[in-house]
């Protein structure tokens, strides 16, 4: 948490925690059981590369305040671009029709709740760099890219930035704030061979400065890896399609935990007893080999976050541990609806919306196996290391995944690049068919965006090598 984004609103806006206990008030007037404010400034840069060329630069601002009311399982939410007193006011009378009962709380007096950690102590923030050194960045990773190979025949490169100041109040008394940075230098390459064209992508970033491009992950890295899965992708040949062993490499690939498993534990979809997971802690879903966490708490991560959209502290919530559902991701309404604690995933994409429980970085834990032990055990099977698209029925458990980069594995070896393989599953099921899990957890790069009933936010997701003995692989083989 930051006081520099309390006192960024107070003195821009000429607030007083006196209006913030009079908006709050309003907002309570006519009834409900919680209500709370959340203002938002937001700083957004963009610079994007083509054929060699800066095609676009822009630069944006947004700005406003959110006000919510809750009685009950009703939300009463309304906005205002403009941060004001007589304009949140307005909002915050709107917010109030919901809860017309003419009962409920009174609003406590906020005051600053005390700061709990810093997860993002950015010192050169990207969003106060010069142009130049951004458009130098995305200058090398293009260079890198074409040098990989005569093949590679176009190139495009963007790096987009933001700083975001967030203050949350609530009715319980509770003041926060927050500044948050967030980075993205991201590429993609076409390569064509006579008319046999391919595309490779990489990316990367977080909620880090300007010198992680220097240390961490080169802008070279990462033009050589979008070079390099795009001259596979060349010398492909046709997956077959079948049921196999399907062995997923680490860091990205889980994007399919995320979607296939993590979306099934938020608390909304439990409550209301749409997901495959619904009625289920305690019991087991996953192989014994299987815990998964989501954690909001590791430091510069893109998922990460020292407070969630409605204040409180983010935390690292186990989701299943040894195959054993403990608990689901929860908001302050969910929370108090199924009477459980609050984990810090109230989520929202700004303060035009409300907020839902949402993923942060969500992640398995790491197993005992080694990577070359899980291929070698291996007869006939798919080694997928790179995902594209993919879809879940969140009541079902259904799920498809695209792999844009996977190969066979043959007599326990890695073999022939494939393209068109499609993963195809039950979240809860294909856990339980996880029979090695590697010692190699990673996490992904910094490039995931969560979308959830049409709100956008950046997210997490990690792996190790893990391998699933029995699994729909939908090739193009004929």
Known sequence: MNTDAIDFFFERCSLTLGDIDKLLGTALARGGDYADLYFEYKVSNSVHMEEQIIKSASKSISQGVGVRVIMGDKTGYAYTDEIAFDSIKRAAETASHIARSGTGVEAVGVDVTPKGFDLYNVESPVSSVEVARKIELIERADREARAFDRRIREVQSSLSDEIKYVMIATSMGRLMGDVQPLVHLGMSCIADDDGNLQIGRSGGGGRVGIDFFDSELTPSDLGHEAARQAIIQLEAREAPAGTMEVVLGPGWPGVLLHEAVGHGLEADFNRKQTSAFSGLVGERVASELCTVVDDGTIPDRRGSL???????????????????????LSDHLNASLMKSGRTGNGRRQSYKHIPMPRMTNTFMLSGEDTKEDIIRSVKRGLYAVQFGGGQVDITSGEFAFSASEAYLIEDGKVTSPV?????????????????????DLELDQGVGVCGKDSQFVPVGVGLPTIKINEMTVGGTQQ
Do not use: C, F, M
């Open 419 to 439: 393209k068109g393989a499609t993963l195809r599953g039950n979240g809860p099921e294909s856990l339980k068919h996880v029979t090695a899990v590697g010692n």
């Open 306 to 328: 020292n407070i969630d959209d409605e204040g409180e502290q983010t935390t690292r919530t186990v989701l299943i541990e040894n195959g054993i559902l403990r608990g689901y």
